[in-house]
């Protein structure tokens, strides 16, 4: 009998998890005892963290592009459709192109977050972000114009992507103006729905003052309730109004609607053991990356470490052995502090970050990352 | 054990998240239900008896109560 194990997503996750499969689990793929299919409804994977660098006119969405099957080892099988229904019960898939549903033994869902700026009123009409090709590729355009003015960064929905990339932007705007002299013609303010500049305590204690030694305003508990593009203004639900020219917004995150409808998690993150990644509301469902609830970052880190713990649960479990690898919360990030500087912060569900001082070195070390990530993908590195 | 004799039109079960994970499942509540509301937010991080009580009065909304349950507490929220 063949185990079939099918992987939905092709991000970080999915394509890391797929390649991690195909090395542990070879000889039994080349016997056809296994089966492991990926499936995506893009024929690409993308590299998100490429959109940060797109609005300072430093990268090209294609540069985050590479076809799934030049990253994914040939034993996998991938086929490029929508899922459409989740069956935990009867483990079976329903996609848009396949005439038969896809039955499964095993189903990890890799399916990573999708925005949702419609939940607020206005900000799809009146905010700019760097949180998808089109829209990093919009906010290029007003960016490269925009000369005076207040610009606003507001986080409107956490959990969010890449929680380090606002304030990323808000240092390397700082920085981006300041180098070209037009610094003091632009006002800068970050806006966070909790009291403190960032979800985590210690991140927010190291950026709290390079904000404001850079003279980046700051609005704490400021949860967006409605945009107004005419009048240029953001309203909070706690009351306080700011004016922009420019509204960068880190928007509403969800998962996939099919996650809520097999019951798996509310608003399509799934609820999961944070140190086993299973899926607690059905049997042989895991989740990773973004799609797992587990409190950690959504963070493409995150998503790799946790593929290697789900390919090795799986190889275990076919194998008929228990399965010991677990999920320590393992998350490395780099942070950029300007153009050319950057921290680095490592942590885990014990150990709490500490930023490293902003260097050169680092902000190196993080576009050397940038480009050795397709290594990553491919189960390289 | 404290009990109250509330009973919240609405409960959010944030038991398991790290901060700011339950203030922000209150927010998100909150943002979606009319004045008048009672949400309960369950909670088992030590953050939120600080979180909640700022974030309610910043936003002019009220919070009720506070139960001390045996593994985790119970903020009881009335939107403004």
Partial sequence: ???????????????????????????????????????????????????????????EPADGRRPLGDLVDDRIDIRIDRVTDIDTDAKRLEARESTNPIEYDYLVLATGSTLAPEEIPGLAEGGHNYYSEAGSEALREELLEFTEGHIVLSVVGTPHMCPAAPLEFVFMVDDWFRKRGLREDVDVTYTYPIQRVHGNPHIA???????????IGVETFFNAEEVDPEAGTITSMEGTELDYDLLVDIPPHRGIDLVAEAGLGDRGWVDVDKHTLEATGAENVYALGDTADTGVPNAGSVAHYQAGVVGQRLASDIRGRPATATYDGKTLCFIETGMDAASFVEFDYENPPSPAPPSQKLHWSKLAYNEAYWLTARGLL | MTTTEIEPDETV????????????????????VDPGTVVALR??????????????????????AVEERDDHTVFYVEKA
Wanted: hydrophobic letters at 35%.
């Fill in chain 1, 205 to 215: 204690e190291w950026a709290q003052p390079i904000m404001e030694e850079r003279d």
């Fill in chain 2, 13 to 32: 079960d944030s038991r398991g998240a790290t901060c700011p994970g339950p203030l922000m499942d209150l927010i998100g509540k909150i943002r979606n």
């Fill in chain 1, 1 to 59: 009998m063949t185990d079939h194990v099918v992987i939905l997503g092709g991000g970080t996750g999915g394509t890391v998890l797929a390649n991690n499969l195909a090395n542990r689990l070879g000889a039994e793929i080349d016997r056809g005892d296994v089966e492991v299919t990926l499936v995506n409804d893009d024929p690409d994977h993308v590299y998100k963290p490429v959109w940060l660098y797109v609005p300072f006119g430093q990268r």
């Fill in chain 2, 43 to 64: 909670s088992d991080a030590e953050q939120s008896k600080t979180d909640v009580p700022e974030w309610t009065e910043e936003a002019g909304n009220e919070l009720l």
